[in-house]
T-cell receptor
Framework: GQQVMQIPQYQHVQEGEDFTTYCNSS?????IQWYKQRPGGHPVFLIQ?????EVKKQKRLTFQFGEAKKNSSLHITATQTTDVGTYFC????????????FGQGTILTVHP | DTEVTQTPKHLVMGMTNKKSLKCEQH?????MYWYKQKAKKPPELMFV???????INESVPSRFSPECPNSSLLNLHLHALQPEDSALYLC??????????????FGSGTRLTVV
């Protein structure tokens, strides 16, 4: 997969506030996947985006893929303590090998 | 069964020891992966197996030796490790290398400490 830059590295919010993490690439991406890793846990697949301008929603989570397919975002509305964890974007390579390359991740802390 | 099972969950080994990590999936996935993850860092790819053949080795030191005995099993043999090899080792699988519409399924990992 291609390198993706993810910001911010850390985000502290009060419960009920919104949260957004961003991923950017210097080159066009064929796809973006998003994963969540709870503290002490393992990455869990959330969603994949492949189309330009694609927007997908899962309850309070909204995922977007940019028109140029060079950026993506994950937005959580009204965070809850269960949202705590690290959110990774990742790109699965365009070769037949399926190499998955992760962004640096955003560590989300939610204060009750 | 929609899980990837890794054993052991924790492992402490000396630098002269030989140990093995095991990974098993019964989802019919034909691609399996080993990742290494340090604290507060993203997982880093080590090896990719596609249809039981090694297709990617990300320049991993030879003290790590992967093995894929069949389509459901993946092992990582460890020998003469260094303390800096201490990390969470994650196994993952996907439908095929190059097909990931349902994402990658990760196991819960083996937390390795080298002393």
């Amino acid at each position: 997969g291609q390198q993706v830059m993810q910001i911010p590295q850390y985000q502290h919010v009060q419960e009920g506030e919104d949260f957004t993490t961003y991923c950017n690439s210097s080159t066009t991406l064929s796809n973006i996947q998003w994963y969540k890793q709870r503290p002490g846990g393992h990455p869990v697949f959330l969603i994949q985006l492949v189309k330009s301008g694609e927007v997908k929603k899962q309850k309070r989570l909204t995922f977007q893929f940019g028109e140029a397919k060079k950026n993506s975002s994950l937005h959580i509305t009204a965070t809850q303590t269960t949202d705590v964890g690290t959110y990774f974007c990742a790109n699965a390579g365009g070769t037949s090998y399926g190499k998955l390359t992760f962004g640096q991740g955003t560590i989300l802390t939610v204060h009750p | 069964d929609t899980e990837v099972t890794q054993t052991p969950k924790h492992l402490v080994m000396g630098m002269t020891n030989k140990k093995s990590l095991k990974c098993e999936q019964h989802m019919g996935h034909r691609a399996m992966y080993w990742y290494k993850q340090k604290a507060k860092k993203p997982p880093e790819l080590m090896f990719v197996y596609s249809y039981e053949k090694l297709s990617i080795n990300e320049s991993v030191p030879s003290r790590f030796s992967p093995e894929c005995p069949n389509s459901s099993l993946l092992n990582l043999h460890l020998h003469a490790l260094q303390p800096e090899d201490s990390a969470l080792y994650l196994c993952a699988s996907s439908q095929e290398a190059g097909r990931w519409i349902y994402g990658y399924t990760f196991g819960s990992g083996t937390r390795l400490t080298v002393v």
